[in-house]
């Protein structure tokens, strides 16, 4: 048995040398090593052996082995770095060739103008809230004054998922979830920007997906100029220091007084022209004092505190801001469009 061991140890070594392939090596590595190679075998026949030769042939089998492993992995070492070194020969670099410079990205227009509008809000003391896209009804509607049988729940209106939820139609909600988060504390100053779903038709000017950012204030005193202050302020800060203001009165179920704003054409100056339809002003934003109902609704008292409440579409915004006259740009991502907007 152990001349047999001996002689293997010496074939196998003298097989090894003249090997000049990867699958040659293998088929070596499975004749001496594999679960039915010759070792192996060796093995399995030990049950044969005598108590004084188990042992003696045992060690002489790990040496054999350890033997044809280091050969082997030696081998193998072999052939890698050898296929390296023509990989290498075959794909070489010119390290003196200029660099390829990289492509960098750019912020989305929405995302500048969400950025830009909340830098203005928490410059005037908001915070800014968030709440979920897929909103129970509860808070979409019923806490904001829309009762069950109000056209605004009409289905195709709005994305419904079972009959007590949505997707929410606007981020009004997140107005409702704060204020009960409060129970009935003062201040409360926010802004809550967001994605809102509702039923329509894509064109240029519409989307059944989009963006709007809403703001709140409720605290003791609250009056309408506040409102009016606060919008024109706004309105300098993101479209210049000369621009103006004017409110139209309008109705929404969770304000009362309620106004749509205007602000003077950024093309025209007030002048008239095709895009404000002669009239030197566009609708820009939606808003009104907080429903007293509302205000019940999320745990205030109307008789203590008011407050006021408005709605700005980021899109609209972003159209006037940037010249687009199709809101589908902004979802499309064409990069010819985005590229505009790669300025620091």
């Not at 050969?71 to 290498?88: N, P, S, Y």
């Not at 009104?288 to 008789?303: D, I, K, S, T």
């Amino acid at each position: 048995m152990q001349q047999r061991l001996t002689q293997m140890k010496q074939d196998a070594l003298a097989a090894l040398a003249q090997v000049n392939d990867a699958q040659a090596l293998q088929d070596l590595r499975v004749k001496y090593l594999g679960k039915k190679g010759e070792l192996t075998e060796i093995l399995r026949g030990m049950g044969g052996l005598s108590a004084e030769e188990r042992p003696v042939v045992g060690q002489l089998v790990n040496e054999v082995r350890a033997a044809v492993e280091e050969a082997i992995g030696a081998k193998q070492e072999e052939f890698e770095q050898a296929e390296l070194t023509a990989k290498l020969a075959s794909q070489s670099v010119d390290v003196t060739l200029p660099g390829r410079p990289l492509k960098s990205g750019t912020m989305h227009p929405l995302s500048r103008i969400i950025e830009e509008m909340e830098d203005i809000f928490i410059g005037l003391g908001y915070e800014v809230a968030e709440g979920p896209e897929v909103e129970l009804d509860q808070y979409n509607f019923e806490m904001l004054n829309l009762p069950k049988d109000h056209p605004a729940r009409d289905m195709q209106d709005s994305f419904y998922i079972t009959e007590e939820i949505l997707l929410r139609t606007h981020t009004s909600p997140v107005q409702a979830r704060t204020m009960l988060a409060k129970e009935g504390k003062t201040p409360v100053k926010i802004i809550c920007p967001g994605k809102v779903y509702r039923r329509d038709d894509d064109d240029a000017t519409h989307s059944h997906q989009f963006t709007q950012i809403e703001g709140l204030v409720v605290g003791k005193g609250i009056k309408m100029s506040d409102l009016k202050g606060t919008l024109l302020t706004f309105a300098k800060q993101m479209f210049g220091p000369e621009q103006q203001i004017r409110l139209r009165p309008s109705f929404f179920p969770f304000t009362e007084p309620s106004t749509e704003v205007d602000i003077q054409c950024i093309l025209c100056h007030g002048n008239g022209c095709r895009v404000c339809k002669q009239t030197g002003w566009i609708e820009i934003l939606g808003g009104g004092m907080v429903h007293p109902r509302v205000l019940e609704m999320a745990g205030y008292n109307p008789q203590e505190v008011s407050g006021f409440a408005f709605g700005v579409g980021v899109e609209r915004i972003a159209m006037l801001k940037y010249g687009v006259e199709d809101i589908r740009n902004f979802y499309t991502n064409d990069v010819r469009f985005l590229r505009q907007f790669n300025r620091t």
